[in-house]
């Protein structure tokens, strides 16, 4: 038989048939999964473990003979906005390949480990100068003016990388990276709730997380093939692409443009937003109804009286919190130093990228989840796992500095973060993200935003400074024993104090904060 030549488009053929044959049991292992959630979800009375209404019978929660508008432009919003974090995540997983490059002998910047500590911390610090004027100055012009400027200080920030003589240099460029991820917090999160139906809020939100996981899996892929000089180059081509879909695709928020007094533009974002056939009037009726009750633009004295924002404020920034101690951030930074020993069997390089792609595939199942299974539910799985998966690595560090013959569970830094990240990111990665943009009412939003990522800002800079000093002091068994400790707590933090918003409009979220009592309903809950 004569051979075929292989040509291009039979080789391409050849690569997608392998993928598919790949991926499909991933794939039919998260329809499983995510199917599995839903069914614990509906049948979860006796646990008690969400608020959700109860008179709620679609298969998200929306009532049957509730209009519902088309939801493709406001997909495509949502991940043109997100694109943004997408360039987050570059930020955070930059340390990774960047920080043995900067450590080498021949590298043009010389650093000390703890001069690196500083370079990892300090985006936290830049978050600070960030969120505050940015939620602010989104309350007074709008939201889409300050997304679009966000993409400027952000390719500064990758020039003064790209060009660095000295490590100074690096110092500036990271506090300007914080600033603008403390600005995208700040905002995008705010935006996509103001622009989505409450049927898709929660998983649109989701995809603001679902992206920051996207970028940094781009680090991971791309780290170990280009120098220092291209990694900076690869990541800062992305704030361009966003500042390009900012002017192109997104409308202002109507939120924003009806309390301003823009009543036709307001509509017309809805028209754009929902389809040409979607009846906006009861949208704009309940506008109208918070824009009678509530005064834009807060002060800060009105707002500490009113009881909804603060406790939205107290169960956000618990949420950011507990997430900042779960140590994600330090696991993220340095992914590649964690798996650097002699007794992990697969390298650090390889371990950095499976763990950003079990990040990204389940922050996308919450996404289909979190509008469907609940947000309390999820964010319980998530922190009781990830608890148990850092015991599990502390111990096995602790064994290994005291001496203990381990080589027979080398794959247990592996399974353990491979875990851990792929439960953080079920939950209580993209979840407070979407209760940023939930809870807080329109009156305070912009102030009290960014006073709480001041405060998470805050915490996450003194976690990860501290990380290299409680090595350096404590050696890796009792820094992760204490961040297990910190997702217990968590834990009970979310099962007492952090309320359901699955399927509720901003407004009932609201009267719920106030402590407003609903009527009782007559009807039974749905999937019983």
Known sequence: MDSVKMTPKMAFGNVYLT?????SPLFQFLGWFVNSVIFVAHNRNPLQLSLASPNKNASDGTPANEPQGKKFRQYVTALSATLGPFAVGTVLAWMSPAMP???SADSKIKMTADQGSWVGSLIAIGAIFGSIPAGRTADLIGRKPVIAFLPLPFTISWLLIYFAKDVWHLYVARLIAGTCLGGITATVPMYIGEIAEKSIRGELCSYVQVNVTLGILYVYSIGPFVNYAWLAIMCGILPVIWFMLVLLVLPESPTYLWRSGKNKEAEDALVMLRGKDYDISGELQALQKELEEKKPNGKL??????????RAAFTVLGLLGFLSCSGINVVIFYAESIFECDHCIVSPKASSVVIGILQVIFTFASSQLVDRAGRRVLLLISDSVMAVCLGSLAFYFW???????????KLVPLISLGVYISTFALGFGPIPGVMIGELFSPEFKGLAIGIVCVLASLIEFCVVKSYQTLLNNYDRGITFGLFAGCCVVGTMFVFFLVPETKNKTLQEIQEELSGKKKPVSTQGPSGS
């Open 101 to 103: 490059m900067l450590l």
């Open 301 to 310: 004295q009105d707002m500490v009286k009113s009881r909804a924002t603060l």
């Open 19 to 23: 993928l598919v044959a790949c991926m």
């Open 399 to 409: 064994q290994l500095e005291h001496g203990v013959d381990v080589s027979a569970f």
